[in-house]
């Protein structure tokens, strides 16, 4: 079996502050791993992914994750943080080669921005 | 670009009374989902299909029905409607058993009184 775990519902920083958004998978096989953002009203929108190539993904509007298999780990960062970051934000964990259902989502990060 | 397309954005319904939540991609995708997200809940499966022709629960499937009618359409009916099933309904979909990501349609907000 498989989950994923957010260790933070609600993060708050200052704007052109750092962002750390945490996530924590535990998976038997090779997952491919993506973060989403939701922004109000919305759908969600791939940020970026990781399927076993580079362990360090760049992704969207300025965020990256680096995969860390011995922590089993997919932590979602941006150097400086911008108001229009504001937005939840889901983990996701998919079985490599796994079928339809093999999708887990973590329950989301709140992240506020402060001005 | 329509990607993910959901019908209606939102709906007001009283209890008992019935309704069906379209979803269609134009993606040419093979496996289709439906979720449902509640505060503090993430996403929940309620039903995916796999294929065109086949379907099956996911995590909290009770009050639901799905129709996956052909490869681009997939519909949610809910038969009798509760207070329990309002919530915030989105469809996704995905080039089959690959290591793609979800593409989701804005989904459909849902109020039953």
């Known amino acids: 079996a498989q989950s994923v775990t957010q260790l933070d519902s609600h993060v708050s920083v200052s704007e052109g502050t750092p962002v750390l958004l945490r996530c924590n998978y535990s998976?038997?096989?090779?997952?491919?791993l993506f973060w989403y953002v939701q922004h109000p009203n919305k759908g969600l929108q791939l940020l970026l992914k990781y399927t076993s190539a580079a362990t360090l993904v760049k992704g969207i509007n300025g965020f990256e994750a680096e995969f860390k298999k011995s922590e089993t780990s997919f932590h979602l960062t941006k150097p400086s943080a911008h108001m229009s970051d504001a937005a939840e934000y889901f983990c996701?964990?998919?079985?490599?080669?796994?079928?339809?259902?093999?999708?887990?989502f973590g329950k989301g990060t709140h992240l506020i921005i402060q001005p | 670009n329509a990607g993910v397309t959901q019908t209606p954005k939102f709906q007001v319904l009283k209890t008992g009374q019935s309704m069906t939540l379209q979803c269609a991609q134009d993606?040419?995708?093979?496996?289709m989902y439906w979720y449902r997200q509640d505060p503090g809940m993430g996403l929940r499966l309620i039903y995916y299909s796999a294929s065109e022709g086949t379907t099956d629960k996911g995590e909290v499937p009770n009050g639901y029905n799905v129709s996956r009618l052909n490869k681009r359409e997939f519909s949610l009916r809910l038969e009798s409607a509760a207070p329990s099933q309002t919530s915030v309904y989105f469809c996704?979909?995905?080039?089959?058993?690959?290591?793609?990501?979800?593409?989701f349609g804005d989904g459909t907000r849902l109020s039953i009184l």
């Open positions: 996701v964990v998919r079985l490599s080669g796994g079928g339809a259902d093999g999708l887990t």
């Open positions: 998976s038997s096989y090779s997952p491919s």
């Open positions: 996704a979909s995905i080039m089959g058993y690959s290591n793609q990501p979800q593409h």
């Open positions: 993606m040419n995708h093979n496996s």
